[in-house]
């Protein structure tokens, strides 16, 4: 069982999402979900870069834990895994690591060389999945409650956990709710994205927004 494990795979972008220097909006639940091929669980996939390569940079997903499970080995990737719904998920490498993800928010970080198994705390979950090339990319998760402004050449996303937050400029700028978010490829994008400028920068609306912040550099 794995969170990337599932029959179907697709990168989802929305022409109505909100404008400015971000590249795509997303909403959880309009993103197709791929049933795992054991049943244990279902991946949403929000973005992979480059597109359409057979060897992906970096990606982002969501991912939906029916039943406890092994995750199978990535490598040469290195992954972020964060709660963001249910009890939570006890994450187990013997000789490595044994880690209970129960607070939403918290990213928890790990070679994808490893195989490990899932146990479920307490019923069904669902976390944010990001997994970058190494050697290519880093990537840092991490709780926000204010605006994010991604250095130059950075791409990641932002996935909002509460509140309300605004993308683009305030006259044309789209409202987030819980569940939705935006990414961005100011590498690799090719129509000179860049990420999102100053005024364009996610931030909050709300006095109880908070948010997952990805950000993914190019290595070295």
Known sequence: MDPTDHTARTAHTSPTGPTGRIDSFFDVETLTAGRWRNGGGATREIVVRPPDAEEFGWRASVADIDADGPFSAFPGVDRTLTLLAGEGVRLVCPGEFDRLLTRVGEP???????????????????????????????????????????????????????????????????????????????????RGGGGPSEATAPRPLSPDAAALWADVAPAG
Do not use: H, I, K
């Open 108 to 190: 928890f970080a790990f070679s994808g060389d490893l195989a490990l198994d899932a146990e479920l705390a307490g019923g069904p979950c669902r976390v944010l999945n990001l997994m970058v090339r190494r050697g290519r990319w880093t990537a840092r998760v991490e709780r926000v409650s204010g605006p994010v402004l991604p250095g130059p050449g950075r791409a990641g996303l932002l996935y909002v956990l509460r509140g309300r937050w605004r993308t683009g400029a305030d006259d044309d700028g789209g409202v987030l709710a819980p569940g939705q978010g935006v990414w961005w490829d100011g590498a690799e994008d090719g």
